[in-house]
T-cell receptor, first 116, second 115 residues
Framework: AQKITQTQPGMFVQEKEAVTLDCTYD???????LFWYKQPSSGEMIFLIY????DEQNATEGRYSLNFQKARKSANLVISASQLGDSAMYFC?????????????WGLGTSLAVNP | EPEVTQTPSHQVTQMGQEVILRCVPI?????FYWYRQILGQKVEFLVS????????KSEIFDDQFSVERPDGSNFTLKIRSTKLEDSAMYFC?????????????FGPGTRLTVL
């Protein structure tokens, strides 16, 4: 069965510093995708970045990058140059990339606080 | 930029009452989803919908739940007889249906409180 583990319930980072949010996953599938979402205090769920299991390069989207280590089954999110607006919950999620199963399996999330 | 919308933003209901949560997915998307997030817990998949039928559902999605796409734009989740444990944030999402990555875009959520 698929499982996502986020071991950091809370993280602090100083404004303008970089921060890494951990995500490990468990799956026996070869084809899968990993997603990161941001949930601010207002509650909406905002897509940040995607990494496919067959992608050879780490995904990047602006200040977000994904440190994908397939052998270790980890997909850590790196936020560079943290801003106050980055304070939020961050969720790692996974789905099959084969067949018609498209449900996302979620981790418990990491609460990030950016200090001025 | 197109977005998923949900109404209402908050819903308070009495136990045993029926509620309908409404969503307008992104217009050219083909897959629609409902998830829920109980306060302090992980996000849970409820159901996915494609081509006017349920494509996948979780164990949570029992006979008390139903989904419908009554017209070309709305996607609804009905809970027939609400229970206290149905109190949660309910998210609607939609995706384009491409094979990869088929990113799911979420609405702002409906916070359901069952008293």
């Amino acid at each position: 069965a698929q499982k996502i583990t986020q071991t950091q319930p809370g993280m602090f980072v100083q404004e303008k510093e970089a921060v890494t949010l951990d995500c490990t996953y468990d799956t026996s599938d070869q084809s899968y995708g990993l997603f990161w979402y941001k949930q601010p205090s207002s509650g909406e769920m905002i897509f940040l970045i995607y990494q496919g299991s067959y992608d050879e390069q780490n995904a990047t989207e602006g200040r977000y990058s994904l440190n994908f280590q397939k052998a270790r089954k980890s997909a850590n999110l790196v936020i560079s140059a943290s801003q106050l607006g980055d304070s939020a919950m961050y969720f790692c999620a996974m789905r099959y990339n084969a067949g018609n199963n498209r449900k996302l399996i979620w981790g418990l999330g990491t609460s990030l606080a950016v200090n001025p | 930029e197109p977005e998923v919308t949900q109404t209402p933003s908050h819903q308070v209901t009495q136990m045993g009452q029926e509620v309908i949560l409404r969503c307008v997915p992104i217009s050219n998307h083909l897959y629609f989803y409902w998830y829920r997030q109980i306060l302090g817990q992980k996000v849970e998949f409820l159901v996915s919908f494609y081509n006017n039928e349920i494509s996948e559902k979780s164990e949570i999605f029992d006979d008390q739940f139903s989904v419908e796409r009554p017209d070309g734009s709305n996607f609804t989740l009905k809970i027939r007889s609400t229970k206290l444990e149905d109190s949660a944030m309910y998210f609607c999402a939609s995706s384009g249906g491409d094979k990869v990555p088929d990113t799911q875009y979420f609405g702002p959520g409906t916070r359901l409180t069952v008293l």
